[in-house]
């Protein structure tokens, strides 16, 4: 997983990083909540777009969000579960075959 390489960030994390959940008020957050937030941030005051990637991660995050929230990597395995789990019903029907076998 990508928590074993360095972090890659895009905007200068020694700056006053912050965050808005209803543009009204802001939170100064730590670099990697700032790097994971889907919503309004700043840098000292002026408005950042850039890119948002899975907390902890250098996993990009493209999707969208109804409500301002931080991006956790949970949500990234969840995709993959209801992608492959037709395939995955079918592997372990036939793991319980091969145990009946034995």
Do not use: H
Request: charged share 30%; glycine share 6%.
């Amino acid at each position: 997983m990508s928590r074993q390489l360095k972090q890659q960030y895009d905007f200068p994390t020694e700056l006053c990083l912050e965050i808005s959940f209803n543009n009204e008020t802001w939170c100064r957050v730590t670099c990697d909540t700032f790097r994971a937030f889907k919503g309004p941030r700043r840098i000292q005051g002026e408005i950042y777009t850039g890119n948002v990637y899975y907390k902890g991660t250098n996993y990009l995050f493209n999707g969208r969000v109804k409500k301002p929230r931080v991006i956790e990597i949970t949500e990234l395995n969840g995709k993959f579960k209801k992608r492959f789990s037709k395939q995955v019903k079918l592997a372990n029907a036939q793991i319980r075959r091969n145990k009946k076998a034995i």
